[in-house]
């Protein structure tokens, strides 16, 4: 079978699996050709959300790193935007490139706490390959942007909670001068204030 460039993104935006297994038994499957965003076939997978797609795409060797035009990887993207099936299965059959990091200088982690995705938060901190204290291009770490961006509720409580106990340390500042310490106290999370103030005597 001669491979006809574009049919798998074709195959794969369209969550043909069959059509897609097909493909990727062809003599030169273009497993991580890109569209015009640059996004490969499993990025458009991870988009979606389709987990079986991504699943053989994964075994098939998809590069997890290759970013696209908005400096997204398909793992990346996963842990951001809590695609935890398919993070799940990344972690377990690839080998996440934790140099490359987001357009805002970010890794997995911190979009994951900031946008309450905690069951994302406990995959990658189990994982141990991710630093829980990386500092994005504002400085904040994956505590500062749980704290200081989001309302301190009970999901956020949770996932500082996790990620204190598995090494964040509430003492970094951010490019602004403040720790996670000064935006609980400011904000007024008293919850989390005492969290942190326990975590650091």
Do not use: C, W
């Amino acid at each position: 079978m001669n491979y006809v460039p574009g049919s798998l993104i074709k195959a794969v935006s369209a969550n043909d699996l069959e059509q897609t297994k097909e493909l990727l038994r062809s003599t030169e499957p273009l497993i991580d050709e890109v569209n015009v965003k640059s996004e490969t076939p499993l990025m458009i997978a991870v988009h979606n959300n389709h987990l079986a797609i991504a699943k053989i795409l994964i075994d098939a060797g998809a590069n997890i790193n290759k970013q696209d035009t908005l400096q997204d990887s398909p793992y990346l993207y996963a842990g951001a935007e809590g695609r935890t099936e398919i993070l799940t299965y990344m972690l377990a059959h690839a080998t996440p490139d934790q140099a490359i990091t987001n357009r805002f200088g970010g890794n997995a982690l911190i979009p994951a706490a900031e946008k309450g995705h905690l069951d994302n938060v406990k995959i990658l901190l189990a994982d141990k390959r991710v630093n829980v204290n990386h500092q994005n291009n504002y400085g904040y770490t994956a505590l500062i942007e749980a704290v200081a961006l989001r309302d301190g509720s009970q999901i956020y409580q949770e996932i500082v909670a996790e990620l204190l106990k598995n090494g964040a340390n509430p003492t970094i500042l951010d490019n602004y001068g403040k720790s996670a310490q000064d935006y609980a106290d400011q904000l007024g999370y008293g919850t989390i204030s005492k969290m942190l103030q326990e975590a650091h005597p």
